[in-house]
């Protein structure tokens, strides 16, 4: 049997096993009268009531708004008495809401209040804060949503100059439907629009981008390869720390439509894009035409790695030799260029060097179609700025006020922290209040993520630990995000200042949190009990990369948990030793030794010893032989000509401490000040 909202007319049920009357959340609790009865059903639908329990519609809303003012004592008294059948009738939805139990009497109400509080503001369960949250797409568009845009009229010139584009360098070919070969089948076009702007923030222009449907694309049929490879930070870092202590001149290209201008290695047929029609036909008749493409579109599924391959082979046929570690790394004498998709870095020993470079790529038998953006200024949304002849600075001030305001937080007004983690560490709180605010937690996550990855490296503990709960976020993890923002509030404008020490080599400093996670609130969790790693690695003084995560395996000791650490930190610094090795081909480094030796900064002397033994105690000889990896490279009596020399450095020193635990105001100041350099 259908179950019967409240309202609704029961005369015809006659039967005395029927469910009880469903509850409606739109009317409990408000004075019943036949003028709400009538302005409901003329209002709703035949579901309306039934859907009005769970999602929230301002059409719905307002013949009650007047009501509800009227008597809020009332409504609330009514909640209160039926809060069992609200409570289960409304979370049976909400997977984020967990029935744990509560030996507490208090704390259940204390909860039941909030969860009910929430039920009445407009976000009710997962589905309302998915429509109400904000979006952090930053200002793209879909076809439809540009046309409402305020701005549309300059997106619409975006488009006619896209068009012209293709149409110029043939991208494609109109042809009649009816030609298509046999069994040939024809992929969707998608308009994308998007305010670019620069790293302040200030607009750059408005960007229309035609792409193809590669969802619709057979694996196998219409593509085989797709991996195209982008540029890591620490070989930014570590080429821009170079340029800054050989004083070498560089500049950045950006190539024009980058994918259209590689070829295609099978046909692919697209329909007409939106708001597109051939001259002389109408909207009728334009089903008649299709597009055969000649290039590779941007969406589809080999773009990129066909993009890729011909920018790499144009490099390779001047003489560039490809980087073994990073693959958009590319070596000739006196230069080196990097490659992120279509935006490129060119270092070299004078101006001259650089410009020949960029006009042999402009003037050569590939076609390439470039932009000279001049002196490097700024590179894929960071701002990099000149101070001295031996340091400059990196920073994001665009993306930290866009996280500000995605937080609802008021750069002026909101009350700053001088630290962005706190105690104790965040745990699952399956039994905690459910989250207030309507911004999506995954948003926050991920632009947070990006700027401690790029510019922050300070927040990258408390960042890591918040997007361990991104399935299942709570209050708790929340107002952790909002610490996050509050700390930025006071320095949105700071980022890494590199001042060059032409003294020092490869350093790594790491550290490590044994079993830090752990918590009585969740102590049947076994992820409470892993610990975490942190670690740095400089060159000349200034990080080029660092990380903050948990280990995946349970250490038994400190020492275990330090060594793992030491092991993880090794992973990442031998490849950035062997792109030091390269780069001194070209450009001399500083090297301590002969092997460009690397120095590793422990802090505990027994997993110094760990490391330098070739014995297995009893209490090392379970350690899996993955963490060994880097035992036959350390320097020590037995091989003096190891090129990783393991020091002890005092934990009042260790840069790495940042990365593994919070820590006391004193502490974190004088650890950002060594890393941040303010």
Known sequence: MLPVCEGDDVSANN????????????TSGLRRSQRIKNLTSASDSNDGPAIMAYTSSAKNELPFQKAKRKKPLMAFFSVLCSVGTLWSFATASMPHFHNGTCHSFTTRISNDYERINVLFDDTMNDICHQVKSFTTSNESFTYKQMLKEGDFREFLQAMLDEIEVHESREHWTLMERKDLPPGAKTIM???????????????????????????????????????????????????????????????????????????????????????????????????????RLNKSLYGLKNSGHNWFEKLRSGLVDRGFIQSQVDKCVFF????????????????????PLVDSIIDSLRDGDEDFELTDEGSLDKYIGVLITDIDENSFEMSQPFLIRRIISFLSLDENKTRGRNTPVGKPL???????????????????VGMLSYLANSVRPEIQMAVHQTARFSMNPMRSHELAIMRIGRYLVDNPDRGMIYTVDKSKGL???????????????????????????????CYAGCPVIWSSKLQTEIALSTAEAEYIAMSQALREAIPIQRLAKEINCIYPLYTPTTNFCLTVHEDNLSAISMSESLKFTPRTKHIAIKYHHFRSKVKTTYNPKGDIHIKYISTKKQLADIFTKPVDDTTFFTLRKLLCVW
């Open 507 to 537: 350093e790594v400093y790491v550290d490590a949190d044994f079993a830090g996670c752990w918590s009585s609130a969740d102590s049947s969790n076994a992820d409470n009990v892993l610990s975490r790693t942190g670690f740095v690695i």
């Open 15 to 26: 039967d005395e096993f029927a469910a009880p009357t469903m509850i409606n959340l739109a």
């Open 189 to 291: 076009a998608i308009w994308s629009f998007k305010r670019k702007r620069f790293p302040d923030g200030s607009l750059n222009k408005h960007k229309a981008r035609l792409c193809a449907h590669g969802g619709q694309q057979t694996w196998g049929q219409d593509y085989w390869d797709t991996y195209a490879p982008v540029v890591a930070w620490a070989s930014v870092r570590m080429l821009l720390v170079v340029a800054k202590i050989h004083n070498l001149d560089s500049k950045s290209i950006d190539f024009v439509l980058a994918f259209p201008q590689a070829d295609l290695d099978i046909p692919v047929y697209m329909e007409l894009p939106a708001g597109v029609t051939p001259i002389e036909e109408t909207d009728a008749t334009r089903r008649r035409y299709v597009l």
């Open 332 to 351: 000739r004498d006196g230069c080196i260029i990097l490659t992120y998709v279509d935006d490129c870095i060119i270092i070299g020993k004078s101006m």
């Open 426 to 444: 965040l745990n699952r709180d399956l039994d905690g209040i459910p989250r207030k605010h309507p911004w999506l937690y995954h948003g926050a």
